[in-house]
């Protein structure tokens, strides 16, 4: 089986879903983002496990890596009902910066697991 690039994962599901695919929702990234193969090292969020490391990087690495932030909350504020553009952008911020501290909590012990998912259920819910 072909690895998936690190990057882009969620731009290829909403590809995907814009060509007749599977459909992308809210609550749906937000469940994939923390299946097992996505939240246990050497297979999972890449933004996660790199993020220290990027902070560290040179220039054009970092500004790749703002890119595909910037690329993922546009894409999760774009899930998210209503017309508040402002509002959904506050939320894909919390949304997004609640699943990378869930995959390091994850990485930490796997006693967090549960508390992490059910932080994530209320996360939906907002």
């Given at each position: 089986?072909?690895?998936q690039p690190p990057f882009?994962?969620?731009?290829?599901?909403?590809?995907?879903?814009?060509?007749?695919?599977?459909?992308?929702?809210?609550?749906?990234?937000?469940?994939?983002?923390?299946?097992?193969?996505?939240?246990?090292?050497?297979?999972?969020?890449?933004?996660?496990?790199?993020?220290?490391?990027?902070?560290?990087?040179?220039?054009?690495?970092?500004?790749?890596?703002?890119?595909?932030?910037?690329?993922?909350?546009?894409?999760?504020?774009?899930?998210?009902?209503?017309?508040?553009?402002?509002?959904?952008?506050?939320?894909?911020?919390?949304?997004?910066?609640?699943?990378?501290?869930?995959?390091?909590?994850?990485?930490?012990?796997?006693?967090?697991?549960?508390?992490?998912?059910?932080?994530?259920?209320?996360?939906?819910?907002?």
């Amino acid at each position: 089986m072909r690895q998936q690039p690190p990057f882009g994962a969620w731009k290829r599901q909403r590809a995907a879903d814009a060509s007749g695919g599977p459909p992308l929702s809210y609550a749906k990234l937000i469940d994939d983002y923390l299946n097992e193969a996505h939240r246990d090292p050497g297979t999972g969020c890449a933004v996660s496990a790199l993020a220290a490391e990027i902070a560290r990087s040179d220039k054009r690495t970092r500004a790749l890596a703002c890119e595909e932030i910037r690329n993922n909350l546009q894409l999760i504020a774009g899930l998210l009902p209503g017309k508040d553009e402002r509002a959904a952008r506050s939320k894909a911020i919390l949304t997004y910066s609640a699943q990378l501290d869930a995959v390091r909590f994850r990485q930490l012990s796997q006693r967090f697991s549960e508390t992490v998912h059910a932080g994530l259920v209320i996360v939906k819910l907002l």
